[in-house]
């Protein structure tokens, strides 16, 4: 060690301007790489022996022998740099040229920030999500009180169907030799031989309640005549379509054109529509209806004067204008005195056979 001392004190004295101090006995010259000083030698004998791979250190005025960082000693980074560390060590970089690690921390903070937006897109939903539920909750209170009232009704339905069986109920067995009958609202027992009359009346009774019954059967549903729309072929007043002819073809080509089961429109039917303002605001262009009234607008006709014909161009057979005849054309469209939309209706010169026009359908 005191090797070291005197080697230290030699390099002081190479690199020292300032003439060095004489030493007195027992001390030993050394440096600091800015002073050259004269030490006791016992300060010198404290200075421990260091093994190989370490390093000597001075702490709080005690000389120890430590070993150095695993990756090195970090660097004094020059202006500019910045201190990293990486898997070389510590290093000095330039974060213009190397910004790995700014690059990562930029894409982590990037991420952070998406992240951070889907919680917000996650709230938001949530709260349409518990906006919906309170929306749900009220319709489905509504549909509770809807099936309560329905509840209601079929109990109601109950209690008359009840009372409608109850005489069925009553139905009586009949003895041998006597057969069951229905008079004056009530089910009895005869004896044919002797009730033969009103046996043979009840008979006859069953067989028109039977047509009766197959008949209500055959019919349509009830419910109030609507115009639908106009076919999109147009005719004269010989209207023929599938074969047909006159207002058989005018009732097929509705079914086939507008809406199944719809036929040609009367003008009752047509002015009903209007009455009750079922028509949209929009025009219709002329279309044929069937007219039952017979007057004569276009001088007499030369076949069936006086009938109804006159103005249903013979009831739809018939597409020239030599006889007189005429047909009704009906019309949606504003009227000239600027009120609005209204129906009109067209007879004598003003609807010729000879014009063409589609075919009003209702149903």
Known sequence: MRTLAVLAAALALVSCTTKPPTCSANQALTGDGANVTCVDLPMIEQIPDCAAGEVLSKHSGTATCEKPLATGVPPTCATGKVLTFGTGGFSCVDPGTDNTAIAGALADLATLKADVAALKADVATLKTDVATLKTDSTAAKADVATLKTDV???????TQLKTDVAPLKAIPTC???????FRAGAFSCVDPTTDSAGLAATAAD????????????????????AYVGRTTTTTNGNIQFNSLR?????????DAQVVAGSRMCTTAEVLAHTAAGKFADVDIAKAWVLDADAVELAGVPTRDPGSALANSCADYTYGTADTHQTGTAFQFALDQGGAGRAAKFFRGTSAFCNQTNGVACCK
């Open 152 to 158: 209601t009704t079929i109990k109601g339905d109950v």
């Open 175 to 181: 003895a041998a030799g006597r057969v069951l009958t």
């Open 206 to 225: 069953v067989v028109v309640l039977k047509a009766d019954v197959a008949a209500l059967k055959a019919a349509p549903a009830p419910g109030p005549v």
């Open 246 to 254: 006159g207002i058989k073809a005018a009732n097929a080509m509705c």
